[in-house]
């Protein structure tokens, strides 16, 4: 019972499939494996990315978790490269509870083929609280290149699936198949798509998703794999996002409008990403903007920059912002010079208690009686690249000398480096 989708498509363009990626959670009884070390390897003119999980839920703060037994290739341009995890048991806590979940990303090339590859295998489980289980998943994507161009391999597989307890046959082709579990919501199961063109290939798979009555989305069994040509400028890596906040050691607030660079750039072009206004317990965010731009220079160098742009914030009546604007550039020479700054970073307009006031000097802690203290433009450079914080403000919630539970909230922040493998 098995599904194959084998895509050989050089004119069509590339689809993106969008993953996500933060820590396992819920019960975990073995510790997930450490990345295994590689060798130098071989560096190619093709760049790869991939990633898989066992299981992700999301559409409910009950019940959220985050990607289970995450396995992550970083953008690379070696062969070979690999990266594992296992995690025997795992559970959401609610709805979802996995047996032996294993995922791989790894890199090979022989004399006609280089290959990235994404796998997930779990020997067993449930979702939807129990009322959906399996037996036997794997979800394999393989994006690659040989003589005649760039293709995607895709494959969905279980062994057996129940619904309620009584089986039900596992839906055989290369489309998307939904099943209603009753009185509780929709299965979709053999999600699999793989598009390639004249200079990549990109392939995604998710064998299981639930989507319940009241909004909870449970995914399970999910791998992304990607090869790209043309790249030999570098590689990008990156993102923008217009705002973030912790309380202490916990996150309050995620990071708005988040706009992430891909491994090879966007050819150009401008991609982009907006919010609207946001309440909070501390202040209100207004609208946010991320774009980022990554380009392949004919010289064998590469240039972009990431941006982000909050047009208001305010935090109490006593302190605002207007046209905040964080932005990160970066060049990277054929000779592997790297050249990056900060310019076009600032905040347009500063009120404390609702008069304007001077630009403190960037980096300089300016206190705000009653509120907190803010920094402006936070420059953190690396041998490859950038990261740039507009604006940064500390709101004091404790008792004076003690500000473990103060809220820190980071207002445009833009950061990006190209690497050369």
């Not at 690659?144 to 062994?159: I, K």
């Not at 794999?225 to 202490?248: K, M, V, Y």
Request: with cysteine; glycine share 14%; net charge positive.
């Amino acid at each position: 019972m098995s599904t194959t989708r084998s895509n050989r498509l050089w004119r069509r363009a590339v689809v993106a499939v969008a993953t996500a990626g933060l820590a396992g959670a819920g019960l975990v009884t073995a510790a997930a494996l450490p990345a295994q070390a590689a060798p130098q390897g071989t560096l190619t003119d093709f760049g790869f990315d991939a990633s898989s999980y066992g299981s992700k839920t999301t559409g409910n703060d009950n019940a959220r978790s985050g990607a289970t037994a995450l396995s992550v290739l970083p953008c690379t341009r070696y062969v070979p490269r690999s990266n594992a995890n296992f995690i025997e048991r795992v559970g959401d806590g609610d709805g979802v509870a996995l047996q032996n979940v294993r995922t791989r990303n790894f890199t090979a090339a022989t004399d006609t083929q280089t290959a990235v590859t994404s796998r997930v295998t779990i020997s067993d489980g449930t979702l939807g609280g129990g009322e959906i289980a399996f037996t036997n998943l794997t979800g394999l994507v393989k994006s690659y290149h040989d003589a005649s161009g760039f293709h995607v391999d895709t494959t969905s597989t279980l062994g057996t699936l129940t619904i309620g307890g009584a089986p039900v046959a596992v839906p055989i082709g290369e489309q998307e198949t939904a099943i209603p579990v009753p009185g509780s919501g929709t299965l979709y199961v053999n999600f699999q798509v793989g598009n390639a063109n004249a200079v990549s290939a990109v392939g995604g798979v998710n064998v299981l998703k639930f989507v319940a009555d009241d909004g909870t989305v449970e995914k399970v069994g999910r791998a992304f794999a990607r090869i790209d040509g043309n790249i030999e400028g570098g590689l990008f890596r990156g993102s923008a996002w217009g705002s973030d906040a912790r309380t202490g050691n916990i996150a309050a607030l995620g990071r708005g409008a988040l706009q992430p660079m891909p491994c090879p750039g966007t050819r150009g072009e401008v991609v982009d990403t907006r919010t609207g206004r946001l309440d909070t317990a501390f202040g209100f965010i207004g609208a946010r903007y991320s774009a980022v731009k990554g380009e392949q220079l004919a010289t064998r160098s590469a240039t972009g920059y990431t941006r982000s742009v909050v047009d208001r914030a305010g935090f109490s009546p006593a302190l605002q912002f207007r046209n905040i604007e964080a932005r990160a550039n970066v060049t990277r020479q054929a000779d592997g010079d790297v050249f990056r700054n900060a310019n076009g970073t600032g905040v347009g307009e500063i009120l404390v208690n609702g008069e304007p006031i001077s630009m403190p000097a960037p980096g300089q802690s300016r206190n705000v009686a009653g509120v907190g203290t803010f920094i402006l433009k936070t420059v953190q450079k690396t041998p490859i690249g950038i990261n740039v914080t507009a604006v940064t403000v500390q709101l004091f919630n404790g008792t004076p000398k003690d500000l473990r539970d103060d809220t820190i909230v980071h207002l445009g922040r833009a950061k990006l480096a190209i690497k050369r493998g």
